[in-house]
């Protein structure tokens, strides 16, 4: 079972920025693809950035232009670089494991604690 842990929330005024950790142990972290989740209260979690394995990222649309996605193997470590944020950005932000079945972009596994992001002036 892969554990995650989260870091680098907090409370930043909009137009701000934070940078987002996560660490994934006991697996081989390398050859997974990974993924943000994000959760607003009363909302779906969902899926807001992705990267494959190989480097190949994919953003939804509400945050395409504004977060970057990034990795680095070695330290078994994926970032979300988040610009230029928002009031509707406010939720907590969770890593998984990305699995693909039937075209969709789900987690693997149980989910870590997560990190609170809070944009508000």
């Known amino acids: 079972q892969v554990q995650l842990v989260e870091s680098g929330g907090g409370l930043v005024q909009p137009g701000g920025s934070l940078r987002l950790s996560c660490v994934a142990s006991?697996?081989?972290?390398?050859?997974?693809?990974m993924g943000w989740w994000r959760q607003a209260p009363g909302k779906q979690r969902e899926l807001v950035a992705s990267?494959?394995?190989?480097?190949?990222?994919n953003y939804a649309d509400s945050v395409k232009g504004r977060f970057t996605i990034s990795r680095t193997n070695a330290k078994n470590t994926v970032y979300l670089q988040m610009n230029s944020l928002k009031p509707d950005d406010t939720a907590v932000y969770y890593c998984?494991?990305?699995?693909?079945?039937?075209?969709?972009?789900?987690?693997?596994?149980?989910w870590g604690q997560g990190t609170q992001v809070t944009v508000s002036s």
């Open positions: 990267i494959t394995s190989l480097g190949r990222t």
């Open positions: 998984n494991v990305v699995i693909i079945r039937a075209g969709v972009r789900l987690p693997r596994h149980d």
């Open positions: 006991g697996s081989i972290f390398g050859a997974n693809d």
